[in-house]
C-alpha cells in the first residue's frame, strides 16, 4: 500500500486558515504556555534544555484522549511504538534503537522509576500530568537501557488548595466502554493532601478467528491510582503513589502475514486463548529545596504477572497450546542532589554553575515458565527461567554558564551489574553468571543568541546491559553490552512574541555489539537476542507549534531517518537440527524504522458565550515504509492515519464525538519472521476505524 496524498489537504487547510488569520490577530497578547520538562532530572523550559525532547502536556493528553503511550507518540518524530493487541507487549523505537522485552533500550519511566521490563511499561494513563520523549541516549544521567531515549510519564500533583473531581464515560462501536472517576483536594489545607483516580475499560475485539468465528482480541481491565502528598513544611515534601492495574484480555490476533493482508483482521486458531495481567506499583518520592542545595529521594517498587493461554498452531503446522507464566519484581532507589533551584553557585560576575550529583540503586527478578503441549506428537516442551539482576549506577553532571549565554554540559556516570540465571530446558539446567560494567559520559555546549533562539551540539555516549535468555539454541545462552555513539546539533526558536515555535535537529548515531531479537528455531512463537555488530542512523526532526489567533492551535513535524546495518553485522540462522549459520546484514535497513514520520493537525476552538465553547480537531499521522526483519525481505508499505474530534465544553461539563483511523487504513503494523507459518512471517493488522460519544463532569 503506498501513502495516500488525499489526506494532505487536510493538513494543508488547516494551517492555511490558521496562517491568513494571522495578519488580523498580530496585536493581541496571544501566547503559546511555556512547558516544563524534566528531561534532564530537574524542572526546565523545553526550551531552553539541550535535548531532544517532544512534551505531550495535560491539555494535549485531555483533547485528544491520550489513553496509552503510543497514542501520544504520533508527536513526536522518529517514534515508532510496535505494540501487541495485547496490551502488555509494547516495544519503542526511538530513530531506529529499541526491542527486547526482557531488556529495552527505550526505558519508560513513570515518577521517576524506571520500568525494567515491558510488561509494566505500557498501562492505562490515568490521572496523568505530562509525556516526554526524549530521544537520543540519556546515559550519563539515567545509566542502562536508555541507548535510544527514554519516555518520561509524570502522575497529576494532588491538590492542597482546594477539591476537585471529574467524571468520563465513553461508549462506541466493538461494544467499546469506558468510565473514569478522579476526587482530589485537601485533607490539611497546605500541608496534606490525596487524590483518588480509578476506572474501567472494555471493548470487543478487532479480529474474528475464522475457526471459532468468536472475536479474538477482546479487552477488560480495571485501573487506578492512589496518591498522598504531606508538606509539613515549606521546604519538605512527601508523596505516596500506588498504582494497580488488572488486565483480563483475549489471545493474540496474529496470523500468516499473507493471510491477514488479504483478509483483514481475520485469524485462523484452533480455540480461543487468552492473556491476563496485573500490575501494582508504588512509589515514595521525597523532595527538599534548600538555600544551596535540593535533595530528591525516588523509591520504587514494581510488581507484574501475566498468564498467555495460546493456541500454537496459528500456522495449521503442529496442533498444540502453550501456557505462559511471567512475573517480575523489581526495587530502585535513587537519591539525588544538586543545586539549588534558581540558586546556582556563583563564581564569577560572568560565570555560574549549575550541578546535579546522585546514586541509584536496584534490584530485579524475572520468573519465565513455559509449557507447550503437541499432544498428537506426545510431546512436552517445557522452558523454566529465573533471572536475577542487582545493580548501581552513580552519576553527576555540571553546567558552567558564561556571561549567561554560553553553556558547557559535561555528565558522567559509572555502571554496574551483577547478573544470574537459572535455565531449564527439556535437556539442560544451567546456572550461570556474568558481571557488566560501563561508563556513559556526555558533553554538551549551548548557546543562547537571545532569549527565543538557542543553538546547541551534544555528543553522548548510550549503553544497554548485557545478559541472559530465557531459551536459545545451545552457546546463545548470554548476549553482551551493546554500546552508542550520538552527534547532535539543533536549534529551539521562539517567533512572533511565542505564537510559533520551531525546533530543528540534525543527529547521527553508531553503535556496536546490536543486539538483535532472532527466532528461536526450537520454540515456535520464542525469541532470544544474540549480538550483530555494527549499525549507524542519521536523520532530521523538525518540530512546529503555533498559535496564530485566539482558540486556534496547529501543530505538525517530519522526522526522517536513515538507518542500516554495517558491513561486520550478521544474524544467526539456526535450524530445526541445532545447526547455525552466520548470514550478512551490511548495507540492510534496521527494522521497524519508518524512513520518515510525520504529523500534522489543529484544534479550534469558538467560544459561543462565556460558559459555553464548541471545539473541533483534526490530526493525521504520517508513517514511511518500513521493514520487519533485519534480512529486509518483507515490509510495510507508506500509511497515514486520521483522527477527528468535535464537541461542545461548559465551565464543569462537556461533550463529544469522535472517530480514529477514520478512512479505516489497513496496515500491518508489526511482522516477525517464523518458518511455521506459510509465509514465514507472522504478523499483526493496525486496528480499524472506530468511533464513538464521550462526556464528562468536573467540579
Known sequence: MTISTRYLPIVGLLWAAGLVAWADDTNKTIRLPEITVVAEKEPAPAQVVPVSVTPVSRDTIEAENVRTVKDAAIYAPNVNISEFTVRRLSMPYFRGIGGAVNNPSVTTFYDGVPQFNANSSSIELLDVNQIEFVRGPQGALFGRNTLGGLINISSREPSLSKWRSDFETQYGNHNYFDEKLSLSGPIIKEQLGMSLAGGYSSRDGYSVNDTTGH????????????????????????????????????????????????????VVYNFDGFTHRQVIAPTLLAQHKGDVVDFDSTSGFVWWHTHDYCDLSYYSGLPGNTSDLE??????????????EGAPLQLNQNLKLKWQAGLQIFTQNYTYDRNSDFTSL?????????????????????????WDKLDFIVGLRGNFEDKTAHLVTNTT????????????????????????????????????????????????????????????????????????????????????????????????GSYYIANAGSAESKGVELELVARPLSGLDLFGGVGVADTKFLSDAHAIHTDAFGTSTTVGLGGNELPNTPLFTANGGAQYTWQVSKKV??????????????????????????????????????DHWFAEGWVRNAFDTHYVPLAFEDPNWQSGYVGQCGDPITFGLRAGLNF
Not at 517445557?382 to 553527576?396: A, E, H, P, T
Not at 504520517?622 to 464537541?647: E, S, V
Open 215 to 266: 472475536a479474538v482480541d477482546n479487552r477488560e481491565g480495571f485501573f487506578g491510582k492512589a496518591q498522598l502528598m504531606w508538606r509539613p513544611v515549606d521546604d519538605w515534601t512527601l508523596r505516596l503513589i500506588v498504582t494497580g492495574e488488572n488486565n483480563h484480555d483475549g489471545d493474540y490476533a496474529v496470523g500468516d502475514l499473507n493471510y491477514i493482508r488479504a483478509h483483514p483482521n481475520h
Open 327 to 340: 512475573k517480575g519484581l523489581q526495587f530502585s532507589q535513587e537519591f539525588r542532589f544538586s543545586s539549588a
Open 613 to 650: 465553547a464548541l471545539y473541533a480537531r483534526a490530526e493525521t499521522v504520517f508513517y514511511g515504509r518500513y521493514h520487519y526483519n533485519p534480512a529486509n525481505t518483507a515490509a510495510q508499505d507508506a500509511y497515514n492515519l486520521t483522527n477527528f474530534r468535535a464537541g461542545v465544553r461548559g
Open 429 to 524: 539446567d544451567t546456572r550461570p553468571s556474568k558481571d557488566f560494567s560501563n561508563v556513559t559520559p556526555q558533553f554538551g555546549l549551548a548557546y543562547h543568541l537571545t532569549k527565543e533562539h538557542m543553538l546547541y551540539a551534544t555528543v553522548s555516549r548510550g549503553y544497554r546491559a548485557g545478559g541472559f535468555n530465557t531459551a536459545s539454541p545451545a552457546g546463545y545462552e548470554s548476549y553482551d553490552e551493546e554500546n552508542s555513539w550520538n552527534y547532535e546539533i539543533g536549534a529551539k526558536t521562539s517567533w512572533l512574541d511565542n505564537k510559533l515555535l520551531a525546533n530543528l535537529t540534525f543527529y547521527y548515531i553508531n553503535w556496536d555489539n546490536l543486539q538483535l531479537n532472532q527466532p528461536d528455531p526450537v520454540t515456535p
Open 378 to 402: 506426545h510431546y512436552l516442551y517445557k522452558i523454566f527461567s529465573d533471572l536475577n539482576d542487582i545493580g548501581v549506577g552513580i552519576y553527576g553532571q555540571t553546567t558552567l554558564t558564561a
